[in-house]
C-alpha cells in the first residue's frame, strides 16, 4: 500500500511537503512545480489520503455538493461529468442535490447544507438570488454560482452566452432569415439577461432591429415556452417570424410543440434553432440544429474554484475558455414562402 512517506521520496520533498500539498493547504509557500510533482507522485503510486484522519484535523469533510434545478435533464449531464472528473482529482466526493424546479428554496437549502456538512456548494441555477447567497455565505459556507452571477460572492463561473446566441443568429441570417424571433428566459435571471442581449447586438450587426411580437418571455420550461411560440406564432401576424432561435433545449422542445398546433412544418414553415446542444439531439424529430456551450469545462473550473475557497484561497469570476460552436442539423432551412 503506497504511503505519505513513499510519494514524498518520489517527489523529493520531505513528508510535511507532501501532506500539505496534497491537502491543498494555501499558506504552503512552494514553487507550482513541486506541487505538480507531488500530484502525480501520488497517482503514479496510487496514493489515497485518510480523508476520516485529515477531516478530523481539518474539521472538512472532503465533500461538496452540487445542487441542480433537475439532474434528470441530459443538459445538466455534461455539466456533472465535469464535477465529477475534477472533483475526483482532488479526491473529494461530490452529493448531487435536486432542487425539483427552476427555483431554489433557502430554508431548503441551508437544511441541506447543515445536515450533509458540506465543505463547499456549487449552485448551477439561473434564478439564485442575492439574498439566498448572503444567507449561505453568512454562514461561512463557500459558495461558487455556476451558469449564473452574484455580486455577493467573489467568484463565479459563466459561459459566453452572448458568443452562442450570435451564432445562431448568424446562421439563420446566412440563410436568408430577417424576420427571427426569440424565446427567452426570464428577464431577472443572469444568464437569461446575457441570451437575450446577445440575440438583440447580433441582429444589431446585421442591421436588423427586433418587432416587440418576436419576443416572448419564457421561464426555461417546456410549458411556458409552448405558450409563449402560440403567441409568437400567430397566423395573423402579418410579420411573424420565420425563424425561431430558443435560450434553453426545453424552451425548444415547447415550440417545437406550438409549431405543430399551428400547423407549422419545421424547417420548411419554421426554423428552430436552440442553445443547449446535446448528442441526442441529432435522434429529435427534426434533428435540432443547437449552440453547442462547455457544460464540462464549466463544471471542472467551478469544482477547482469551490476548493480553492475551501482552502481559503482568493478566487473570482472566471468565463470558460472554449468557445461555442454551432451544430447544424435538419431544423433550419431557407425562409419559406413569404418568408
Not at 514553487?31 to 503510486?45: G, K, P, S
Not at 438570488?129 to 459558495?143: H, Y
Amino acid at each position: 500500500m503506497a504511503t505519505l512517506k513513499g510519494v514524498a521520496n518520489h517527489a523529493g520533498v520531505s513528508v510535511a511537503t507532501a501532506a500539505r500539498v496534497l491537502r491543498d493547504d494555501p499558506s504552503l509557500s512552494v514553487r507550482a512545480e513541486t506541487r505538480e510533482r507531488v500530484r502525480l507522485a501520488a497517482r503514479d503510486l496510487g496514493y489515497r489520503p485518510n480523508r476520516l484522519a485529515s477531516g478530523l484535523r481539518t474539521r472538512r469533510s472532503g465533500t461538496i455538493a452540487l445542487v441542480l434545478p433537475d439532474p434528470q435533464n441530459l443538459v445538466w449531464g455534461e455539466t456533472l461529468r465535469g464535477v465529477e472528473r475534477a472533483a475526483a482529482e482532488r479526491e473529494y466526493v461530490v452529493v448531487v442535490a435536486d432542487a425539483h424546479g427552476p427555483t431554489l428554496d433557502a430554508e431548503q437549502l441551508a437544511r441541506f447544507v447543515l445536515e450533509g456538512r458540506m465543505d463547499g456548494l456549487l449552485v448551477a441555477f439561473a434564478t439564485i438570488v442575492d439574498e439566498l447567497v448572503a444567507q449561505i455565505a453568512g454562514r461561512g459556507l463557500p459558495l461558487v454560482p455556476i451558469n449564473s452571477r452574484s455580486a455577493m460572492v467573489d467568484g463565479s463561473v459563466t459561459m459566453d452566452d452572448g458568443a452562442g446566441s450570435a451564432l445562431a443568429v448568424d446562421h439563420l441570417v446566412g440563410l436568408g432569415h430577417r424576420r427571427i424571433g426569440f424565446l427567452a428566459g426570464r428577464s431577472d435571471t443572469d444568464v437569461g439577461r446575457r441570451r437575450e442581449q446577445g440575440y438583440r447586438d447580433a441582429l444589431a450587426g446585421h442591421g436588423i432591429t427586433p418587432e416587440p411580437a418576436w419576443v416572448a418571455a419564457g421561464d426555461f420550461t417546456e410549458r411556458q415556452a409552448a405558450e409563449s411560440a402560440m403567441r409568437l406564432l400567430d397566423p395573423n401576424h402579418p410579420r411573424r417570424p420565420t425563424a425561431i432561435y430558443t435560450v434553453n433545449l426545453a424552451s425548444a422542445l415547447g415550440v417545437r410543440t406550438a409549431a405543430g398546433e399551428r400547423g407549422l412544418r419545421i424547417p420548411s414553415d419554421l426554423s428552430l434553432v436552440t442553445m443547449d446542444d446535446h448528442a441526442l439531439l441529432a435522434h429529435t424529430d427534426p434533428a435540432f440544429t443547437a449552440v453547442r456551450m462547455p457544460m464540462e469545462e464549466m463544471g471542472s473550473l467551478g469544482v477547482r474554484m469551490l476548493i480553492d475557497a475551501v482552502a481559503g484561497k482568493p478566487i473570482s469570476h472566471v468565463r470558460t475558455d472554449t468557445p461555442p460552436e454551432i451544430v447544424v442539423r435538419r431544423s433550419t432551412g431557407v425562409p419559406g414562402e413569404g418568408g
